[in-house]
């Protein structure tokens, strides 16, 4: 595990290039920093200013080196590297709230882009006039994406909303890709079609991350109070598992059967998925050090306990992270067995984990 | 000047029941649900049977129903349940419940908390420790996102 410190503003999102010696990250505000790492220090090489208010999503193509970021600011811009200087591309995404997630898909053909208008924008590129174009998904969504993520087959995509639902549809355009084969969520798949919806009868708030596994026949979400994950290759049948803790803000596949989670508790979680009915807790992910108890001497103890009614002095969290950590993100391994993946969180910190399978 | 500036009317118009883009709950059928049994948990509690009552009182929530008077039933039985309790037996009849219990219990303990009365926060605070240390932090958030409340 080793912890990079990039301020004190929380970081918003953050993405890697394609060999990870880069990382793109916003610090809460309207600007995307691009860092390099040169030695043991990351060093900024690239500033990249066009939107107007604050930066929600951040993703980077690592074979095709586009960055797609998107903004409250109701736009999203496609960047290409042209002679060292990154250059923005607007899309016409046709949003009228705020943009809040955004995700390109594994053939980098084709983004998604959720938003607070109650929609989804998958944005693909037209070769005759030379633009970005939109299309959108907009039944039955009743409230803001707060999550996207990707099938493999680059048709299918998952959305966590704030309506309480996760929701699968199909995002096959046909100008660009050919006609998708059946996969186990189902055969017919034309633009916006619904594969799955699932609305936690119990309320369990809103769904907070997407993750489809490697094989893409699973799907982990977590909510405010609970994790699940959706089997398409049982018949779609949904596990649920509620949680002891603060709600968890990100999810991800980390193996064929291992789930990491983070959120409020600052703490990567583990959980293992071996099949419906079988969505169990492991371990926390933070080993903290035992903390070193340094003896103060008996002024100090008695000065603590009358200012500050506290025998201890520490302010200080047992995990690495000191504030929520906000999104999770593969380093290196791809999904079917991930051994490295990055955290950011509202503390300034981007923590590198490594993944004992 | 306008016109109209006597009338003040137009400031009770709800606006948001003609937005349509209104969000609606699904609603389901809670016609049926009437809430605990109020003769069956009254006669266990006089029989000193406490974890029974405690068990009977926390069967049949009258999650779904729209009527107020059985939900504030509900309530007032189940706090008479838990004042019943010793302060020693809560953590036991904490530990008898299952995993939806505690969450339902850690609801009823903040619908108590809304509307306190003599000595109901007491007996509520002790109990909401107990239920904490057994329900964790996600029995809490589970009473904040719950759409369909005790």
Known sequence: MSLCSFGVEPLSCHAWNKDRTQIALSPNNNIVNIFE??????????????????????????????????????????????????????VLVRINRAATCVKWSPLENKFALGSGA?????????????WWLSKHIKKPLRSTILSLDWHPNNILLAAGSADFS???????????????????WGTKMPFGELMLEHKDSDGCGWVHSVSFSASGDQLAWVAHSSISVADAAKGKEVTHLTTDYLPLLSVLFVGPTEIVAAGHDCCPFQYTYKGPGALEFVKKLDMP???SKTTTSAMQHFRNLDKKATEEDSTKLDTLHQNSITQLCIVSGDKAKVEKYSSVGLDGAMVIWEFKH | MSKNTVTARFRRVDVDEYDENKFVDEEDGGENQLGPDEGEVDSLIRQGNLMEALHAVLKNPPINTKNQNIKDRAEGLVL??????????????????????????????????????ENSSAVLLQWHEKA???????????????????
Request: glycine share 6%.
């Open chain 2, 132 to 150: 904490l240390a057994a329900g964790g932090v996600g029995s809490i958030v589970r009473v904040l996102t719950a759409r369909k409340t005790v």
């Open chain 1, 289 to 291: 050090k035992q903390s």
């Open chain 1, 37 to 90: 790492k040169k030695g043991k220090e990351w060093v900024k090489i690239h500033e990249l200013t066009e939107h107007t208010e604050r930066i929600t999503g951040i993703d980077w193509a690592p074979e095709s080196n586009r960055i797609v970021t998107c903004a409250s600011d109701r736009n999203a811009y496609v960047w290409s590297l042209k002679d060292e200087v990154w250059k923005p591309t607007l």
């Open chain 1, 118 to 130: 109650r929609l989804i924008s998958v944005c693909y590129f037209e070769e005759e006039n030379d």
């Open chain 1, 166 to 184: 996760c929701r699968v549809f199909s995002a096959y355009i046909k100008d660009i890709e050919d006609k998708p084969g059946p996969t186990a």
């Open chain 2, 80 to 117: 008479k349940v838990l004042s019943a309790f010793k302060s020693s037996d809560i953590e036991k009849g904490v530990q008898s419940l299952d995993r939806n219990g505690v969450d339902l219990l850690m609801k009823y303990i903040y619908k108590g908390f809304e509307r306190p009365s």
